[in-house]
């Protein structure tokens, strides 16, 4: 922690109170209530168009492209009820819902909400499922579950193979290259109809369907009721609570498929009557080049992005002081999730800070999922290390129960999803007897017996094994302890050592890291830099500084070898949002891993 004063923020209080009961589980909660609120989204956007109809809700631009487009407030709502007709007289319903295949855009926004205004359910899919899949095995998986009665794309050509072989039936929107065009769809006259379906929706019905990641079998349709949606959209304000006076100024490029991006990110702005700038970067070598682009000119007041996005920004910042100047100049809270941020990178964030204002910016994480819409711990004080996920947002109870020496947490709330759509046998196993949604994680105390400082995420529980030896590896804890020890190479690591007496790790490359230890890494290939002495030496002498405080051989690491081949979300290794799953990893690549406990040349040890 810098020794400067912390940038002023209003944020919650948080008056936790807990619970420990007799059978060894806990109870943790914030005693005071949620205030009240709206009751669906399409509440604010009424709100907002008629209390300031020229105040800017979205915009975007391409790479090369110097003006931003913008869509207004008021502008929003005359399209999003001409939509919402239109769709309306397609006779879409929650049984047949509107999807969504492209990525990001003012009209897949506009889409998405028209349908929410009146009732329609909607769902947002990976494009990946439709443009780089193999059999659009996924993509039928979604068909089938939701039955869709409409299909929305931006540009329809990338995705003609794909409408042809799922949605041969759908009528298909799209925005370039069809005949039925957004723009038509757009000047559709509006009918008493609107409103009287926009009266109907009620907090319980369906406003979208978010289908997880799929990182074993179909992807799984998880029901957002409008309550949920706007009740995790009073808790976040709760938590951040300068929105309500100081609306969010956002630049972001996270994929809307995603609960993170296509709830909390995209929500918070219209609950706030905030702007949402569209980031076309990406936290790539090649693409983060158009986000610093964009972050020169949209200065954010609230800003979120993944470690390894964090880690570039702050490499340009190096070269361009002015930019640090122009980053943190209103920025009231960073938030970083989708992987763990290493200390090195926490603590050289929050210097940049210091160096251009003269204050420490609070830098956050919390915990969230699918199901709970998605917020639902949040860490509102400042830490000194990166990890504390914070407590429970108010209306939310966690239960923690013992479950094989771990804490494993569970959640009940307004906003937790009443289940996942029509497959009833998933819904009874996602529960337990009290109602609480297991969400598979485990916690560890951040103080120990003292929930209101906070809490540790200690892995899956799911992901965590036995080495041959009978003991216990916790995968979520040590995967985080050595991607910080490697000090950037890696932006995450595969735990691997079941049924063998010592654990190995496959490295996810980093490649900006990798460039810097290497002279000339930059024009080399990935096989090239991967081998290079220079960078071995580096990974086997930071390996070796981790061993040296390693306790055990369910925490020491003597073996590590790059995972050459890009992961492949097709197969769920990763998401589009760039989260790794272990398990994927591990099967999907066993010859690989048991290469790590041979003398295979590419092991480095």
Known sequence: MTNANLRPVALWKADVHWDEREDGSMLVWQNDPLAPHPEKISDRIDHWASVDPDRVWMASREVGETEWHRVTYGEMREKVRSIGQFLLDLGL?????????????????LMALSAQYVGIASAAIAPAYSLISEGYGKLKGVRDQITPGAVYVDDAEPFLPALSAVFPENTVIAAKNWELTFASVVRTPVTDAVDHANAQVTPDHVAKFMFTSGTTGNPKAVIQTHGMLATNMEQVTDCYAFARDEPPIILDWAPWNHVAAGNLIFNFAIWNGGTLHLDAGRPTKAMI????????????????NVPAGFEMIMAEMEKDPDFGKTFFEKMKIMYYAGAAMGQHTWDELKEASVRATGEEILLATGLGATETAPFALFQTEPQANPGNIGVPAKGIVLKLVPNEGKLEARVKGPNVTPGYWRDDKLTEEAFDEEGFYKLGDALRFAVPGDPSKGFFFDGRVAENFKLGTGTWVSVGALRAKLTDALGGIARDVVLAGEGHDSLGALLVPFRPAMERIVPGGHDMSDADLFAHPALRKAISERLAGYNAHATGSSMRIPAVMFLEEPLDMDKGEVTDKGSVNQRAVLRERPELVEALFTDDARVIR
């Open 289 to 304: 080049g158009e986000t610093i682009r964009n972050l020169r000119e949209v200065q954010t007041n609230w800003y979120w």
């Open 93 to 109: 319903s929650v049984d047949r819902p509107l999807v969504i295949l492209s990525e990001n855009s003012i009209e897949h926004a």
